[in-house]
């Protein structure tokens, strides 16, 4: 009897465990708005987002809870200064989202290094990945073909051992955030 209680208690603890995506980015890409705008999504639908709230650099963690239409997810923000212990972080994730600020074209060689770092930490072999290219509604953003150019996304997704998803998007306008949640709906735990 003292079995099937605990058989129970495992198999309810694995069945209300949400999974766990990582959000991953340099200092001031968008990561803090992106996760209030997706919160405010998954709450109240993509109906009226209003005007974006305010955001500070996030020093530390943020964890935010998306209720999607099959599933939970729980979204850990970790903030860009935070990036040399990432890695302390991988173990228990099910997927990352990593952004980039197409904007900042000094930004750009520094974040695509972050990237190949994720990509080739053992932990996240098979992590389900999505970048997204942030700022798109600003006018001094570089062109899908030009970052992609410079990050050699062909490369990265064909060397890659993960599966990688690209996404446009201004966390601003809410121009993608529609399909940041449809991607996080449609991945599955390995």
């Known amino acids: 009897m003292q079995s099937r209680a605990l058989l129970f208690c495992f198999w309810e603890t694995k069945m209300t ?3 766990t995506c990582l959000l991953l980015g340099a200092t001031g ?11 405010k999504i998954s709450l109240h639908g993509l109906g009226e987002l209003g005007s974006p709230p305010s955001t500070l650099p996030t020093v ?3 964890l935010t809870d998306l209720t999607l239409k099959k599933k939970k997810v729980t979204v850990r923000e970790l903030g860009g200064c ?4 990432w890695p302390s972080y991988f173990k228990d994730c099910s997927s990352v989202i990593f952004m980039v600020d197409s904007a900042n074209i000094a930004q750009v060689s520094s974040s695509c290094i972050q990237l190949l770092s994720v990509l080739s930490a053992e932990p996240l072999r098979s992590a389900s990945v999505l970048i997204l290219f942030n700022k798109r509604d600003v006018p001094c953003t570089m062109s899908l073909i030009e970052i992609k150019s ?3 996304m062909d ?4 060397s890659a051992t993960q599966p990688i998803t690209t996404l446009e998007l ?3 306008s809410g121009q993608g955030l529609q399909e940041v ?3 996080l709906e449609s991945i599955t735990v390995k």
């Open 181 to 183: 949640l449809s991607w």
């Open 155 to 158: 490369d990265i997704i064909a």
């Open 17 to 19: 465990r949400n999974e």
């Open 170 to 172: 201004s966390a601003r």
């Open 82 to 85: 935070m990036g040399p212990i």
């Open 29 to 39: 890409v968008g990561k803090t708005l992106l996760l209030k705008r997706l919160q």
């Open 150 to 152: 410079l990050f050699r």
């Open 60 to 62: 530390g963690t943020n």
